[in-house]
């Protein structure tokens, strides 16, 4: 039984003469980008979350080079991120001239640790950036202490969180500005890459909307306020976006389903095999990352039997070789440096066969079998 990791042909499938029909219209139409269909987004995320401002982006990326440009980020500012995690959180940080403060993680679930973010605040940090990974949320409210004495703003970093919550609010709306990804892979994922940045912040809101489209204001063109960027949405993603919304929350119902199911089930390999069982919040899975002490075995275990994972991330940020710059040494981040060499992903989207999850599970449980019998 051969089970793929994101299997798109699945994903798309019901959505095929949707697609085509979406293309075809936004092809003749004469209105490619930044038009009614992103505003129809906007104005979809806006009540889906609560959100005063929604403003939809290129990608994520994207997003958050807009929103830490608003936040005045540049040239002498430091700014707080995790030591695990996907570049873009740290990368967007240099890009604009700024200095990344990597922060050490959780040892299980790999979110910031809020005691080792007040740590490491400097006299030049302005921002810090909190980002929910896979399935797991970090500890807003304990972040949001640690910004308020220190004078920090939060961007949350809710890529793949569309649709969480935590004490009664939305993930993305904890901070001073978030954000959704929309790239394929993504919970809501679209037919190209996308985001969506979301604020209360009348100014931040502001400045995005102007900052992604080369600086106007959307009211009169080719009057420049500042010196922006071309990082605006596609129509043709953003109609399928609108389109996908619709039956979001069953898709995420059923992403939980799976989720839920892998917990129940690898929670007794403890402590070989370790999973993130927190109840605390309401979780939507994007990935399902489990830790393994025998990670590399297993994953050759389950390709053999035609079982497809994925390795996120091989390497902590501060020793990847795009930030030797700023001279850190193995063993300054301990927790970021070992989750690498045991997490694996393991196939979870909305479409997945009930058949497929148990295969999954029934290889890892006999993996975990066979390495008892051995030890």
Do not use: W
């Amino acid at each position: 039984m051969k089970v793929p990791f994101f299997n798109y042909a699945a994903r798309y499938k019901e959505d095929r003469e949707k697609i085509k029909e979406i293309v075809y219209q936004v092809g003749t139409s004469d209105q490619f980008i930044l038009k009614e269909h992103a505003a129809e987004l906007e104005d979809n995320i806006r009540a889906y979350t609560g959100a005063k401002h929604a403003i939809a982006t290129a990608n994520g990326t994207a997003a958050l080079t807009l929103i830490l440009r608003a936040m005045g980020v540049g040239p002498g500012v430091d700014v707080l991120t995790p030591a695990f995690s996907f570049i873009s959180t740290a990368s967007t940080i240099a890009l604009l001239g700024a200095r990344p403060v990597f922060v050490d993680v959780d040892p299980l679930t790999g979110m910031m640790d809020p005691a080792d973010l007040e740590a490491r605040v400097t006299p030049k940090s302005k921002v810090v950036i909190p980002t929910h990974l896979f399935s797991v949320m970090a500890d807003m409210a304990a972040i949001n202490e640690v910004a308020k004495r220190n004078g920090l703003l939060v961007l949350e970093d809710s890529a793949v969180m569309l649709g969480a919550r935590m004490q009664g609010k939305p993930a993305g709306m904890h901070g001073d500005a978030g954000l959704y990804s929309f790239f394929p892979a993504k919970p809501l994922g679209g037919i190209g890459d996308g985001a969506v940045i979301v604020t209360d912040d009348d100014e931040l809101g502001r400045l995005c909307r102007m900052l992604r489209n080369h600086g106007q204001d959307g009211i009169t063109r080719f009057l420049h306020h500042y010196t922006g960027y071309n990082h605006r949405m596609d129509e043709t993603v953003a109609a399928y976006l609108v389109h996908k919304l619709k039956r979001f929350d069953s898709l995420l119902e059923r992403r939980r389903q799976i989720g839920m199911r892998y917990d129940e089930a690898f929670a007794p390999l403890a402590p070989h095999v370790q999973v993130v069982k927190d109840a605390a919040y309401e979780r939507v899975y994007y990935t399902y990352v489990l830790q393994a002490e025998y990670r590399d075995q297993l994953r050759e275990y389950l390709a053999a039997r035609e079982i497809e994972t994925q390795v996120y991330y091989p390497r902590a940020l501060p020793l990847q070789s795009a930030f030797a710059y700023l001279g850190h040494k193995p063993g300054d981040f301990p927790h970021a440096e070992a989750i690498p060499g045991k997490a694996l992903a393991l196939p979870l989207y909305a479409e997945m066969p009930d058949a497929h999850v148990e295969h999954v599970i029934e290889t890892v449980l006999k993996f975990e079998e066979a390495v008892k019998l051995h030890a």
